[in-house]
């Protein structure tokens, strides 16, 4: 497995490059460029791996956002129908990279752990249209959770929100929108953090003072209490370099919705998590106590 993930671990996320002053200075006219680095690494938006490769049971989609944004997402289904669950996740990725550079994680979870993957793309990454920010972001993931709902295949299954890093912070804001619908049927987070105004100290101290000037926020710490009657499982490396582990500790202490489980990795860092021993045991547990049943 650690072989398989090894091209996705060193996708960097933007705050570990060592911001200087001067680029603290810019945050504010800069801060969508240094907080969405759709370009690292190089290629990223024209060399997206494809499901193809790795002989993976895929559709390739391209969705409409209300906005008339392009989405490229890929949805896989497990190879063995026989053996799938009646499960759909819904996966948002971090901050760089792609689609097509998770596809080693959605293979097990589609082939393993015997669910349907939808891997969103969010605009200006890959081969979607437009430019990120933090209200087109939250669009697009409605507009995968809307296809979700749309298509006679998956309506019916329960729907999970997995989110790595600035994945996650965009599934906590999908669920608070949608919970009345009552269809989220877990949400799973990965090494995320309580707003990026709190990230700003921690990975660029010399802009801590400007932190009023940032005005792309994703405040999961006001989100997350929000959430009270859907099962959430926190994955969190401890040894994570760029979100600190305090933030996801914070996280699971303000989360009101039961059942909730916290499952850390002594080794894990920010990049490396998703390799650590038992990780995907861990969420085929959650699925399999808390989901299915």
């Given amino acids: 497995m650690a072989t398989l993930l090894w ?3 060193r996708i960097p996320f933007i705050f570990a490059s060592g911001l200087s002053l001067a680029i603290s ?5 800069y801060q969508n460029e240094l907080i969405y680095p ?6 990223a938006r024209t060399d997206v791996p494809r499901p193809s490769q790795l002989g993976l049971d895929a559709e390739e989609l391209t969705l409409t956002t209300p906005d008339g944004e392009k989405l490229s997402a890929f949805l896989i289904k497990p190879g063995n129908a026989s053996k799938a669950k009646n499960v759909t996740l819904l996966m948002f990725h971090g901050n760089a990279g792609n689609i097509g550079h998770r596809l080693p994680i959605a293979e097990i979870l589609a082939n393993d752990l015997y669910c349907n993957v939808l891997m969103l793309q969010y605009r200006g990454y890959g081969l979607s249209t437009g430019n990120p920010d933090e209200k087109g972001i939250a669009k697009d993931s409605q507009t995968g959770l809307d296809y979700i709902r749309s298509r006679d295949d998956l309506k019916k299954t329960k729907i999970v929100i997995y989110g790595q890093s600035l994945g996650g912070a965009v599934g906590i804001d999908l669920a608070v929108k949608n919970k009345d619908k009552r269809d989220i049927a877990g949400i799973i987070l990965e090494n995320t953090f309580l707003s990026i105004k709190k990230m700003i100290p921690s990975v660029i101290p010399a802009a801590k003072y400007l932190t009023p000037l940032c005005h792309q926020n994703w405040p ?4 997350i209490p929000q959430i009270t009657e859907t099962p959430i499982l926190f994955l969190s490396g401890l040894q994570d370099e760029i979100v600190p582990p305090s933030h996801m500790k914070r996280l699971f202490y303000i989360c009101r ?8 990795f002594p080794y894990g860092d920010h ?4 390799a650590e021993a038992g990780y995907f045991q861990h969420i085929q547990d959650f699925l399999n106590s808390y989901v299915v049943s």
Avoid: A
């Fill in 220 to 223: 999961s710490e006001e989100m």
């Fill in 271 to 274: 990049n490396n998590t998703v």
């Fill in 25 to 29: 200075s810019g945050l504010f006219y």
């Fill in 257 to 264: 919705s039961e059942p909730k489980i916290w499952k850390e």
């Fill in 7 to 9: 091209g996705y671990l």
């Fill in 38 to 43: 759709r370009n690292i690494p190089p290629n």
